[in-house]
């Protein structure tokens, strides 16, 4: 029987000036949560590990299982015996280069990835314009699994605005849908927290936002505020814009009380309208 409560962490991780010390920082906040704080899924946040920019996404991009972030965080899995949600970090595969979460088991099993599906391309005039899909080429691919019966989903930043991509996982079974996340300075305050609390009541999922610590030296300034919903669309915890460390105990018999209280999943009206996933 799946336990009623599990203990996550969300690492909203500083930035460094290299892949080395990044990848060192993040093993040492990843020991702290399982072993001080009692982590069994611990989660990082998107392109954690170099410049979030185009330019940097080809530079630093790896194989993915096997490249050296990932056999980092595979043998501190190992080591600590839990479930890693690797944030994203740029994969290199067939000359293409994706933005992709890796997961990983409690043995340091490579339980899969997910490529992020809907490519950041926004443009306000002097205040934000971006072009992931410049150099990066979009997945296809939904990744879901369980921990300790939990099943648990992943996206990535963006795919959130998507309200079907968060429907789809409804219909995969998903119940605790993960973003790593870097959402940037203008729309964060709008749209960050709106969003996980929308794809959460709508689809009666918890969702994680776990995003880096902004750093306004950057080109892209990250938002920061990694936040955590229930099922009821309620924020159970928010970080803010430094590093920190959000720990929490999610409570998974809150998917049931909505489920049986606010039965809204059971009452489409697949006879009217439909949502189809296209293989
Ligand atoms: N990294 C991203 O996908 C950024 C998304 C973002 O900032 C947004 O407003 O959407």
Same mark, same amino acid.
């Given at each position: 029987m799946a336990p009623s409560k %599990?203990?996550?962490?969300l690492l909203q991780l500083d930035s460094f000036p290299t892949k080395q010390a990044?990848?060192? /920082?993040?093993?040492?906040? %990843?020991?702290?949560?399982a072993k001080a704080k009692g982590a069994k899924l611990v989660i990082l946040p998107e392109c954690w590990n170099s410049t979030y920019s185009a330019d940097e996404f080809e530079r630093s991009a790896e194989k993915i299982p096997g490249g050296e972030t990932s056999v980092?965080?595979? /043998?501190?899995?190992?080591?600590? @015996? $839990?479930?890693?949600? +690797?944030?994203?970090?740029?994969?290199?595969?067939?000359?293409?280069i994706h933005n992709t979460c890796a997961v990983f088991g409690p043995q340091g099993e490579f339980i899969g990835k997910y490529r992020? =599906?809907?490519?950041?391309?926004?443009? %306000?005039?002097g205040i934000c314009t971006f072009s992931e899909s410049s150099v990066l080429t979009p997945g296809k691919e939904f990744l879901t699994f369980s921990v300790e019966g939990l /099943?648990? @989903? $992943? +996206? $990535?930043?963006?795919?959130?605005?998507?309200?079907?991509?968060?429907?789809?996982?409804?219909?995969?079974?998903?119940?605790?849908?993960?973003?790593?996340?870097?959402?940037?300075?203008y729309t964060g305050p709008m749209h960050?927290?709106? $969003?996980?609390?929308a794809r959460a009541l709508d689809n009666s999922m918890f969702v994680a936002?776990?995003?880096? !610590?902004?750093?306004?030296?950057?080109?892209?300034?990250?938002? +920061?505020?990694?936040?955590?919903?229930?099922?009821? @669309?309620?924020?159970?915890?928010? !970080? @803010?814009?430094?590093?920190? =460390?959000?720990?929490?105990?999610?409570?998974?018999?809150?998917?049931?009380?909505?489920? &049986? &209280?606010?039965?809204?999943?059971?009452q489409k009206r697949n006879d009217v309208y439909e949502l189809v996933r296209k293989k």
């Open positions: %599990i203990k996550i962490a990044a990848i060192s /920082n993040a093993l040492t906040q %990843i020991r702290s949560a980092a965080l595979a /043998n501190t899995a190992k080591e600590l @015996g $839990i479930w890693l949600v +690797g944030g994203t970090y740029p994969e290199v595969d067939a000359g293409k992020k =599906m809907h490519l950041f391309d926004m443009d %306000i005039p /099943n648990v @989903g $992943i +996206g $990535i930043c963006y795919d959130q605005r998507f309200p079907e991509f968060a429907a789809i996982h409804r219909q995969l079974g998903t119940d605790f849908l993960i973003f790593p996340s870097a959402f940037d300075t960050f927290e709106l $969003i996980a609390r936002l776990c995003a880096p !610590a902004r750093d306004t030296s950057k080109d892209y300034v990250a938002y +920061g505020y990694s936040t955590l919903c229930d099922p009821w @669309g309620r924020v159970v915890c928010r !970080a @803010g814009e430094h590093p920190e =460390m959000l720990v929490v105990d999610l409570d998974l018999t809150l998917l049931e009380d909505i489920k &049986k &209280k606010i039965p809204v999943l059971k």
